[in-house]
């Protein structure tokens, strides 16, 4: 079992697309525990992100500094 924790800034992001980014790293780490000798370009993810939808867009904030 391997346990993380994520620190974010939430001015940046939103609870909702650090989840997202949770979700990809468990699929990366999933497959890289299955595939030792896997080579990064070689990993696929459940999302396309060439076809980038809206609510996948990293939110978008006016940062004063």
Known sequence: TLVFM???C???FS?????SFA??????????SEN???KLEDI???????ESEP????DKVDLEF
């Open 55 to 58: 609510e996948m867009e990293i």
């Open 44 to 50: 696929r993810l459940s999302i396309d992100f060439s």
């Open 23 to 32: 979700g990809y790293f468990r699929e990366i780490i999933t497959t890289v």
């Open 36 to 38: 030792p000798g896997i």
């Open 6 to 8: 994520l620190e974010y």
């Open 10 to 12: 939430s001015k940046l």
């Open 15 to 19: 609870k909702s697309t650090i989840k």
